[in-house]
């Protein structure tokens, strides 16, 4: 089972370049989610979707982008790259109907970003 | 806004020692509450889910309990091994699907 699959699994950029973080999952989850992970601060909710064509906003959702044309997959976008967006990436997914939401939700290996 | 605490931060503990790893939250409207580990530069790992009607969860050396009105949960572990080394996070998922995660709990487990 390859589970949450992300690429790449580093990456270095300069600030205002752009790129995208990819997340795919082969659970037939409906829903997905990316979060951040930095010292001190724990993991933050970015963007989530509960369903292809389904998105919203998380905690902390400024200069990202997301949307969900499958239900595989949900990529992660940086629009112009700061220095504040240095981080660790995570894409997790789970079931979201009732009854599903009670299985635990599943994590990539994450996506290291530094932004220069 | 929901706010999720872990104390300790960090705990050291000799082998075969038991230990109780506390997770608090502000606002006990979950629907469940999950334990994951997370190992140096590695995803999170489930541990245990508790549903907000469960008061406690088993597996193995590993039981965690749920006091949804007090906004409390613990985790605890039997007998430690090294090989718990860890970093131990909770969360709490709402109604809206949205989680809120802790800091975390540093663990070593000294041989």
């Known amino acids: 089972n390859a589970g949450v699959t992300q690429t790449p699994k580093f990456q270095v950029l300069k600030t205002g370049q752009s790129m995208t973080l990819q997340c795919a999952q082969d659970?037939?989850?409906?829903?997905m989610s990316w979060y951040r992970q930095d010292p001190g601060m724990g993991l933050r909710l970015i963007h989530y979707?509960?369903?292809?064509?389904?998105?919203d906003q998380g905690e902390v959702p400024n200069g990202y982008n997301v949307s969900r044309s499958t239900t595989e997959d949900f990529p992660l976008r940086l629009l112009s790259a700061a220095p504040s967006q240095t981080s660790v990436y995570f894409c997790a997914s789970s079931y979201s109907r009732t009854g599903g939401r009670n299985q635990p939700q599943h994590f990539g290996d994450g996506t290291r970003l530094s932004i220069l | 806004k929901q706010e999720v605490t872990q104390i300790p931060a960090a705990l050291s503990v000799p082998e075969g020692e038991n230990l109780v790893l506390n997770c608090s939250f502000t606002d006990s409207a979950i629907y469940n509450l999950q334990w994951f580990r997370q190992d140096p530069g590695k995803g999170l790992t489930s541990l245990l889910l508790?549903?907000?009607?469960?008061r406690e969860q088993t597996s193995g050396r590993l039981n965690a309990s749920l006091d949804k009105s007090s906004g409390r949960s613990t985790l605890y572990i039997a007998a430690s091994q090294p090989g718990d080394s860890a970093t131990y996070l909770c969360a709490v998922r709402l109604v809206s699907n949205q989680f809120y995660f802790g800091t975390g709990t540093s663990l070593t487990v000294i041989p």
């Open positions: 659970m037939n989850h409906e829903y």
């Open positions: 979707s509960v369903g292809a064509g389904i998105t």
């Open positions: 508790i549903q907000s009607s469960q």
